[in-house]
């Protein structure tokens, strides 16, 4: 049995933290990860996203990242 996500609930999680390297998105600690949290629309995602870039601007190492949640959560169209 398979259970589809509300079409207006879109969930996002926003997180981030140091990288290894600037060339890939491999973190240095994953145990100090900053989970910014868990938006229910791009838009909430997209703004929390980047007021924590803005705010780590000068830590070229730090990055953060939009997860789309509910493209994980929805199954797949037949």
């Known amino acids: 049995m398979t259970t589809a ?3 207006d609930q879109k969930l ?4 981030g933290g140091e990288l290894q390297d600037l060339d890939g998105i ?3 600690d994953i ?3 900053d ?8 838009a909430s995602a997209q703004a929390a996203w980047r007021a ?3 705010a780590t601007v000068d830590s070229a190492q730090t990055r ?3 997860v789309h949640l509910h493209r ?5 169209a037949p």
């Open 5 to 7: 996500i509300d079409s």
């Open 52 to 54: 924590k870039a803005q």
């Open 31 to 33: 145990a100090n990860l």
């Open 12 to 15: 996002h999680l926003v997180f």
């Open 64 to 66: 953060y990242f939009v």
């Open 35 to 42: 989970i910014v949290g868990i938006f229910p629309d791009y």
């Open 72 to 76: 994980l959560l929805e199954p797949p």
């Open 26 to 28: 491999r973190f240095r």
